[in-house]
């Protein structure tokens, strides 16, 4: 029988510890695939955020460094400037990148490194128990806003994708979801690209993909991936946000 | 480890031992200065240090190429007997670096009246102390730590030891940080008193020999 899908070898065996219906797992078969089908699966250095995806070490099938929470862009770029022919990741959360990360990812895309940054959007701090993140929406009932963010006393929520594309830094840029089939075929090029961005010595890339936390949004899959769709996309649209070859 | 230099030229050499020390254990190496050290200008000589044999990396994140597993570099263990091994091996390297590691310098020490411990600047100033008390015929001996991770214990308590030795004094500007050690390592065989500036103020070797004086008539 012909082989219609296949696990990517850039994948360990480990199961993955994700809550049902969470679209991390998504975002990392995305990111391994892209690995193997570009052919550096042996020259990449992944690394892990705190949060929910700080067991990726255990997931992607290649070298791993785990960072303290929202310090991966600077290990990442120690780790470049070493070894400036491998391919150097982070993948990263919006509390880990967006909240106590925020000094570093600025400065890394300032800096211009050439490292590819996934950043995983969900509005919210997953692993700690759905707490208000830099990225959830205004009037988002989290643990720390049960009635709802409320803007006049926590502020708006950052939006990274636009903000790092004013800085001349940056190469590539795109805000992708991953929501429904189509999305994460276009998810799948963004990522596959912002590598080849960094493999052309292009400097900075970074990828925003929207993603759900069906648990801590208390809702089923289906309907956080709706909700996804309904809410996040509106205030987070998607698209190339900076694409200096463009 | 934390190394505590007392002069500049000590301060070039630890410093570049540092990264050796740090790279052939893997662990943060920390300078630990003060005001004095950071603004005093003093010429120094670069290349008086011979640089350590660092071992091989193989556990750096390299990118895997032909070998035949990852690396992975983190320290988060969810179970709780990996977690215990892996403090059991932590732990080994910390008493490997006790022993070999542990630096200090011994001063006068020889038939002491009494001891001082101190480190960094305030070791400076307890030298003039020690020729000061000198003049008025009473011995000063010092032990001045260069580690203060590792620190020098068993140093301590064996000038401490000396028959001749009255007492311990923990010289520092703070209010305090160091004397808690010296009291385990002289571990109730002498007495140990404390004398601390801070905010920026020098202890003053009039100071201290008058502190040592009192500590010796049974006031301090
Ligand atoms: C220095 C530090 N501060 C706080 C924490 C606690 N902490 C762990 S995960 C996390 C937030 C994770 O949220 P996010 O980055 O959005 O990732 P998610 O879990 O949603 O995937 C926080 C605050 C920590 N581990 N380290
Ligand atoms: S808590 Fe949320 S982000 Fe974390 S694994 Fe579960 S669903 Fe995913």
Redesign the pocket.
């Known amino acids: 029988m012909a082989v219609v899908f296949q696990k990517t070898k850039m994948l360990t065996d480990a199961p993955f510890h994700y809550c049902p219906g969470c679209t991390?797992g998504i975002i990392h078969r995305l990111v391994a695939e892209s690995l193997e089908e570009l052919g550096v699966g042996g020259t990449a250095i992944g690394v892990a955020?705190?949060?929910?995806?700080?067991f990726a070490y255990d997931y992607f099938n290649c070298d791993m460094q785990e960072a303290?929470?929202?310090r991966a862009p600077a290990v990442a770029t120690g780790i470049k400037r070493v070894h400036p022919d491998k391919i150097v990741f982070t993948y990263?959360?919006?509390?880990?990148?967006a909240?106590?990360g925020a000094a570093e990812i600025v400065h890394a895309a300032a800096r211009s490194e050439n490292i590819t940054v996934i950043f995983?959007n969900?509005a919210?701090?997953?692993?700690?128990g759905g707490?208000m993140?830099p990225?959830t929406l205004p009037g988002m009932v989290t643990t720390t806003s049960p009635y709802g963010r409320d803007t006049d006393h926590c502020g708006f929520p950052v939006k990274i994708s636009e903000m790092l594309s004013t800085l001349d830094g940056s190469s590539f840029i795109e805000r992708v979801s991953v929501h429904d089939v189509p999305n994460v075929i276009r998810a799948k090029k963004a990522i596959k690209k912002a590598f080849q961005c960094q493999i052309d010595g292009k400097g900075f890339s970074l990828i925003e993909v929207l993603?759900t936390?069906p648990t801590?949004w208390g809702m089923e899959p289906q309907n956080a991936l709706n909700w996804l769709k309904d809410n996040m996309v509106p205030y987070y649209p998607l698209g190339v946000y900076k694409d200096k070859e463009a | 480890m934390v190394l505590a230099p007392a002069n500049l030229q000590e301060a070039v050499e630890l410093t570049q031992e540092g990264f050796d020390i740090a790279d052939t254990y893997r662990i943060p190496v920390m300078m630990l200065g003060d005001g004095m050290l950071g603004q005093v200008m003093e010429p120094v000589e670069f290349g008086t240090y011979t640089p350590r044999q660092l071992p091989e990396k193989t556990w750096a994140t390299t990118g895997r190429g032909q070998r035949p597993q990852n690396n992975i570099i983190n320290s988060l263990y969810i179970k709780p007997d990996v977690l215990e091994k892996m403090n059991r091996n932590l732990q080994k390297l910390y008493d490997e670096i006790a022993q070999k590691e542990t630096k200090y310098e011994l001063y006068n020490v020889e038939g002491a009246d009494i001891l001082v411990v101190a480190y960094g600047t305030t070791a400076r100033i307890v030298r003039n102390v020690i020729a000061q008390a000198a003049q008025e015929g009473l011995k000063v001996g010092m032990v001045r730590p260069i580690t203060l991770w590792p620190f020098p214990a068993a140093a301590i308590a064996q000038a401490a030891a000396q028959p001749s030795v009255k007492g311990v004094l923990s010289v520092e500007m703070s209010t305090g940080q160091m004397v808690d050690d010296v009291k385990i390592a002289v571990n109730g065989a002498k007495p140990v008193t404390f004398y601390g500036r801070s905010g920026g103020m020098i202890p003053l070797p009039q100071d201290i020999l008058a502190h040592i004086q009192s500590f010796l008539g049974g006031k301090a």
Do not use: E
Request: charged share 5%.
């Open positions: 991390h955020p705190v949060g929910c995806a700080v303290a929470h929202g990263q959360g919006d509390g880990d990148l909240s106590i995983i969900n919210i701090y997953g692993m700690t707490q993140a990225t993603s936390c801590n």
